[in-house]
């Protein structure tokens, strides 16, 4: 497709479960990132993927939060033992490059994730 | 950490000007970036301006730059009422692997 895409668009969970988020990037980008976006608030860097480079995870809450990302392209998103405060939209963009040089991040539509 | 501030909302009439306001704290950010997010929309590129510069102009959309005070400002002129969105301002990290954004202004305009 033309741009990035997310699935699934929502999710409803009971606490405690795990869910799993996918983002397929824009062919050929490199670099892959996943924001997380609570009501009424900026968006929050959650980790970063660039080629084969070792990822940053910083931005990652807690360890219940993983991220893989096969090569350069599909990324999951994980979350386990999922809790309340976990309710959000996920956000997955993409980029040719890193957006210190100016690199232009897309950005897919969200997963709006509602932890009952 | 970096911390990106902006006013929280904006009202204006069609066919005035708006200006939408940001603050930063760490100014390593190579570019400073105004992203969109119209509702049930995902969030789109506006528009962003190189640091060393003070001024960008794009059609309606002019970017303002103040390193020194670390402020950046977006106006919107001749503001419609298909601006009616939320802004949010971006300034990459210290790594630059990735961008931190405000809490976004949402931007009312009345008919």
């Known amino acids: 497709g033309a741009g990035v895409s997310q699935s699934p668009s929502n999710k409803v969970t009971e606490k405690g479960k795990d869910v799993e988020l996918r983002c397929d990037p824009i062919?050929?980008?490199?670099?892959l990132y996943w924001y997380r976006q609570r009501l009424g608030q900026g968006l929050e860097f959650l980790i970063y993927?660039?080629?084969?480079?070792?990822?940053?995870k910083s931005g990652l809450p807690s360890d219940r939060f993983s991220a893989e990302r096969t090569g350069e392209s599909v990324s999951t998103l994980t979350i386990q033992r999922t809790q309340q405060e976990d309710s959000a939209v996920y956000l997955c963009?993409?980029?040719?490059?890193?957006?210190?040089?100016?690199?232009?991040?897309?950005f897919g539509p969200g997963t709006r994730l509602l932890v009952l | 950490g970096e911390d990106v501030e902006q006013s929280l909302f904006l009202s204006v009439r069609e066919g005035d000007s708006s200006v939408i306001n940001c603050t930063y704290t760490?100014?390593?950010?190579?570019?400073l970036y105004w992203y969109k997010q119209e509702p049930g929309a995902g969030l789109q590129l506006l528009t962003y301006?190189?640091?060393?510069?003070d001024m960008k102009q794009d059609q309606r959309l002019t970017v303002l730059l103040n390193k020194k005070d670390k402020h950046l400002s977006l106006r919107i002129a001749d503001t419609q009422t298909g601006d009616s969105a939320i802004y949010f301002c971006?300034?990459?990290?210290?790594?630059?692997?990735?961008?931190?954004f405000g809490k976004g202004t949402t931007l009312s305009v009345s008919s």
């Open positions: 760490d100014s390593s950010s190579t570019y």
């Open positions: 993927f660039q080629g084969n480079s070792a990822p940053d």
């Open positions: 963009a993409s980029s040719l490059g890193q957006v210190s040089v100016g690199e232009t991040q897309y």
């Open positions: 971006a300034v990459s990290n210290q790594a630059g692997t990735a961008l931190i």
């Open positions: 062919s050929g980008h490199t670099a």
């Open positions: 301006i190189f640091s060393n510069m």
